[in-house]
């Protein structure tokens, strides 16, 4: 599950990509308004958490501007302010829920799941071989057996299965699931692939984590 962060105080910021990406989301992140705008609209997210009080386009403005070009992402609403008003003016807009700072993180967490289910099972599941990977749930199988993966082993995972076929560079990897800069060592990457394929391939009789010299890492079914 690819989620969208547009907040403009680091810290919360930084807790909240921890958080996720711990729990199992591809996580991006926004500081600006206009720039959140963006990349909410470009259809690459299946959830956005949206800070109202932002600079250059505040979270009421971006709400509104997708819904009225038609964007249905779900959206989480994030605010200091807590009165009926507000939220009342939140779901008219068209936001799936409002979660009022200071949160604990378990919570925004929780409604994230909610607001993710809401948004229906389409693409939530990706099948390769015996492979199942369930977004949803955050769970995986191979021949109806569940793998036990960490949180991050499943974010790995689910960046292969969903990019199935094409082979992923492990600078990308590194950014997509780490939130690392895209220039930084990459050995940790191997390193991660190895303990997957521990779970996800030595078991089992068709190994379908591939390397690819040069690149980095694809899944998909060889012959
Ligand atoms: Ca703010």
Redo the contacts with the bound molecule.
């Keep these: 599950m690819r989620l969208l962060i547009i907040?403009?105080?680091e810290k919360t910021v930084t807790a909240l990509e921890q958080g996720f990406r711990e729990a199992g989301y591809e996580v991006a992140s926004a500081r600006r308004g206009d720039e959140g705008l963006v990349l909410a609209r470009s259809g690459d997210f299946d959830l956005v958490v949206l800070?109202?009080?932002?600079p250059r386009r505040d979270g009421w403005d971006i709400l509104a501007e997708l819904r009225r070009s038609g964007v249905r992402v779900p959206v989480i609403c994030l605010t200091a302010r807590d009165s009926v008003e507000d939220r009342v003016r939140g779901l008219e807009l068209g936001a799936d829920d409002y979660v009022v700072k200071p949160f604990a993180f378990a919570e925004l967490l929780a409604r994230a799941r909610t607001a993710l289910r809401r948004g229906g099972p389409e693409g939530a599941v990706v099948r390769v071989a015996d492979l199942e990977v369930d977004f949803l749930r955050q769970r995986a199988s191979r021949q109806g057996r569940p793998l036990e993966l960490t949180g991050r082993e499943f974010a790995l995972l689910g960046l292969l299965a969903r990019r199935r076929g094409d082979p992923l560079e492990r600078r990308e990897i590194a950014a997509q699931v780490w939130g690392m800069p895209r220039d930084s060592d990459s050995n940790v990457i191997d390193v991660a692939i190895r303990r997957l394929r521990g779970k996800v391939d030595d078991p089992f009789d068709r190994h379908l984590i591939h390397t690819v010299r040069g690149v980095g890492y694809v899944l998909e079914d060889r012959p």
Excluded: A, V
């Design positions: 907040e403009d105080e800070d109202i009080m932002l």
